[in-house]
């Protein structure tokens, strides 16, 4: 996608290592990062330097082609257990993690990994694309108002986006979707990244307090809601960031809409349901501290709680798939067996 009119993907090859968009200076600094070596690729997906459920699995596909590459001894013993453990819940990272094993073992050349983690990267930018337009044609029917939690945008999942892919598609149709961004405590991916991604798209939006959703909801200012997925069950139950199952609620209290996009890497066939989901717990500091710029462009990290108090951070929830009105992935709408 665009910033500042030239075209960037979250992750990509470059030179002979691996490049990325150091996600956590946005939205006040803009910075490619690039290495070759595979620790460091591992360290920006644990660190969120990259986030995002296919950019993280795009990102340890390019850190295993460097592994294989630099260190393929270990590749087996070290590797593939160093990328797997890096986050929990976003299923596409352990697919990625399979495709390269498979790779691997299958006797690939250095090259042939290289192009296989390629390969997986442009698959996910191409499904994100295909999901888009299927995403359109739901939001084509008057739906314009339109509500996203988190980012999943393009930054989350390599180009286009998730959620964000069908809301870009209608732009260039020269349609005028409108966005309410929940700021998303307590990362503020929305706040920092889904609203500077829709800024660079030309896309008119708001950014709001989570709390605000379900009001908004409740005024009749909102025609629909759309999120990612960071792993579908396969009994259609949707993990996400923490804050969507509030969000699901609401929307069936006030008959909205609840569309989940989600490419087919989220799928989870071995998870019978949401119950079977790692849900990842994160630091307590990212509740009791917050970090930003003054007004000389100086980053700053304060505290927002008492010292000594305690924080609770689970950073997914589980939505029912009762809640949800459809899932769209890039084949078009996905339904559970019953
Ligand atoms: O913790 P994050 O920022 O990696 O969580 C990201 C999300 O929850 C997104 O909504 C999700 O990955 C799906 S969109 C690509």
Redesign the pocket.
Known sequence: MRIGGKLFRAVNWHADGVQWIEQRLLPHHFEQKMSDNPEDIAVAIET?QV??????GATAAFGLALAYKKDIKRFVSHWLPRFRAT?P??VNLFHACDAMELQAKEGASGKMMLDAAQAYADAEAAANERMGVHLAERLAVGERRILT?????WL??VDW???TSGIYQLARAGESPFVWVDETRP?L?GARLTAWELGQEGIDHRIQADNAAAWMMAQGKVDAIV????RIAANGDIA??IG?YMLSLAAREHEIPFYV??PTS?FDMQCSTGADIPV?ERDADEVLMMDGVDSAGETHRIRIAASGSKANNP??DVTPYANVTAIISEQGEWKAEA
């Open positions: 969120m986030r995002g459920a296919p950019t993280i986050r819940t976003a939690h988190c980012n999943a945008g989350a999942a986006g998730t959620a990362r991916q999120t990612g997925a960071d996400n960031k969507t996009a989600a989220t990842e950073a997914f």
